[in-house]
């Protein structure tokens, strides 16, 4: 079946260091790919998403793009802030399908 | 209000108890969904409704029994937990089912003592 796998975390990071954190997955189709965050005490909310390969999703800094020959969707944002501290889920959801598919989510802490 | 809304936030209850979780969607969605998030694992899917019909049941123990009663609204009825259930529940709607983007709530914090 379909599946996600983020990278271990917790990462910890000084403001404005660069960020990646790696998403890779496996699908029998063509899924969409999205990244959401969870800051504390709060739901889910969706950063950015991608439909097709080469695709990129954007918002708030943050980048990913969808390489269908690497599934992969790698989270990245150049220069981190304190406020950016929360956990980040990579998903992805076959078309058609009624759910989406979660990675076990990557804890990002950032320090002043 | 606007979103997905969730209530109580926070909720503690015996085995023996009878509860319920609320969500309320103010997003014109017709699919809505609960998840569940458990320290280090995945969301899991529990339930998915699409036009107040149950479309899926993630093979969810029968002390969670859900209702629908209009697509703005869905209930997480709990009889009879276990330790083991206290978790993150999430809410979240959609546009229909299978539609891409889903809009979570910010949760419901259960502890079963």
């Known amino acids: 079946g379909d599946s996600v796998t983020q990278m271990e975390g917790p990462v910890t990071l000084s403001e404005e260091a660069f960020l990646t954190i790696n998403c890779t997955y496996t699908?029998?189709?063509?899924?969409?790919l999205f990244w959401y965050v969870q800051y504390p005490g709060e739901g889910l909310q969706l950063l950015l998403k991608?439909?097709?390969?080469?695709d990129k999703g954007s918002n708030k800094g943050f980048e990913a793009t969808y390489r269908k020959e690497t599934t992969s969707f790698h989270l990245e944002k150049g220069s981190v802030q304190v406020s950016d501290s929360a956990v980040y889920f990579c998903?992805?959801?076959?078309?058609?399908?009624?759910?989406?598919?979660f990675g076990q989510g990557t804890r990002l802490t950032i320090n002043p | 209000e606007t979103g997905v809304t969730q209530t109580p936030r926070h909720l503690v209850m015996g085995m023996t108890n009878k509860k319920s979780l609320k969500c309320e969607q103010h997003?014109?969605?017709?699919?809505m969904y609960w998840y569940k998030q458990s320290a280090k694992k995945p969301l899991e899917l529990m339930f998915v409704y699409n036009f107040k019909e149950q479309t899926e049941n993630n093979s969810v123990p029968s002390r969670f029994s859900p209702e629908c009663p209009n697509s703005s609204h869905l209930f997480l009825h709990l009889h009879t937990l276990q330790p083991e259930d206290s978790a993150l529940y999430l809410c979240?709607?959609?546009?229909?089912?299978?539609?891409?983007?889903?809009?979570f709530g910010p949760g419901t914090r259960l502890t079963v003592l």
């Open positions: 997003l014109g969605h017709n699919a």
């Open positions: 699908a029998t189709g063509y899924p969409s």
């Open positions: 998903a992805l959801s076959e078309k058609g399908a009624q759910k989406l598919v």
């Open positions: 991608a439909t097709k390969a080469d």
């Open positions: 979240a709607s959609s546009q229909l089912a299978g539609y891409n983007e889903q809009f």
